[in-house]
């Protein structure tokens, strides 16, 4: 048995079960992946992987106690590795933060600012996506972590930290008739062309439930990702726009006036993600305590020991007895 047959595994499973995909992921080729597979599958004389020719459908019931058995043991194959590597180089490295334009503008400018004064020798790279990106770029390495809404698919491989609740706010010119409205209401901001969110973006999905539900179609003129923009195009008289309560700062923004609208739309829960087969260095953990104290060393890597949604589940079925007919 050899640790890169595992990582193989995993890698199937992180991807949905598309062996192009992981094939793309781990820079080698299908057929390869699938050798392995099947060696690995020989060795322990039972199949690990349920197939429909070609297709790899989901993991036996061997495939499943592999599966959480080799996650701990790549995680803690890298730890290991990282373990070396921050006793020969604590302050130096790499380090990929993914995240939306609205966190990396409005929520990170000062902990990167407090981060790169401790640790100068320290490669930080911010790289902006959707919440999809943001934790494929995550599962896939090419990310640390990530800090965003949880994406729309599920992704057993990444672990989602609460970090905190999103509010929304409406943006409007000074002379806006909406600041004269009185409290704000859906069918207030329904009269006005509004812009917000990219449909690729969970806040969009909230903004479009919450008229759904009262029976209201906003009129939506332009869509957009970057919440700058959106401001661009209020002071310019598009419209009104609805983001996120941390892109408006009264100093930057004299040109705008913001009305609290948390009353009218949920909340969108923001994460810090993390790949669970992969160890974090001590700077990674240092950077998550400058914007979410909350997030101690010791509270992430109890959560990173704990097995996957999948894993627990799968457990879980193992451990149930087998009911037959009759029985209650």
């Known amino acids: 048995m050899k640790l890169q047959q595992i990582r193989y595994l995993c890698e199937i499973v992180d991807h949905a079960m598309l062996l192009s995909s992981a094939a793309v992921a781990l820079n080698t080729s299908q057929s390869g992946i699938s050798r392995q597979i099947k060696a690995l599958e020989a060795e322990l004389g039972s199949p690990l992987l349920v197939r429909s020719g070609k297709r790899i459908l989901r993991l036996t019931p061997t495939g499943e106690a592999v599966l959480a058995i080799g996650q701990r043991m790549l995680f803690d194959a890298e730890r290991i590795q990282r373990v070396s590597d921050d006793r020969l180089r604590e302050s130096e490295g790499e380090f990929v933060i993914a995240t939306t334009h609205l966190h990396a503008r409005y929520a990170l400018p000062e902990c990167v600012r407090k981060f ?12 902006q996506g959707t919440p999809v990106q943001l934790a494929e770029w995550v599962s896939t390495g090419r990310a640390d972590l990530f800090i965003g809404a949880a994406p729309p698919i599920s992704m057993p491989g990444v672990l989602l930290l609460p970090y905190y609740e999103l509010h929304r706010i409406v943006l409007a010119p000074p ?3 909406i600041l004269k409205a009185g409290r704000l209401t859906l069918a207030t901001i329904a009269r006005y062309p509004m812009i917000t969110y990219d ?6 999905a909230t ?5 759904e539900r009262a029976g209201l179609q906003p009129r939506i003129v332009l ?13 310019l008289g598009f419209g009104i726009a609805v983001v996120g309560d941390i892109a408006f700062n009264p100093r930057e923004d004299r040109n705008l006036r913001a009305i609290d609208a948390r009353h009218l739309f949920a909340p969108n829960p923001i994460h810090v993600g993390l790949n669970r087969n992969r160890m974090l260095r001590g700077f990674m953990f240092d950077f998550i305590a400058l914007f979410a104290s909350h997030l101690t060393r010791k509270v992430i890597e109890k959560a990173l020991a704990e097995p996957a949604p999948k ?6 079925r193992r451990r149930s007895p087998v009911l037959v007919r009759g029985q209650a």
């Open 207 to 211: 903004i479009a439930t919450a008229f």
């Open 311 to 316: 894993a627990k589940a799968a457990a879980r």
């Open 175 to 177: 002379n806006h008739p």
């Open 199 to 204: 449909p690729n973006f969970p806040s969009r």
């Open 223 to 235: 869509s957009a990702t970057d919440a700058d923009l959106m401001k661009a195009y209020v002071k």
């Open 116 to 127: 790169i004064a401790r640790y100068p020798k320290v490669s930080l790279s911010l790289r």
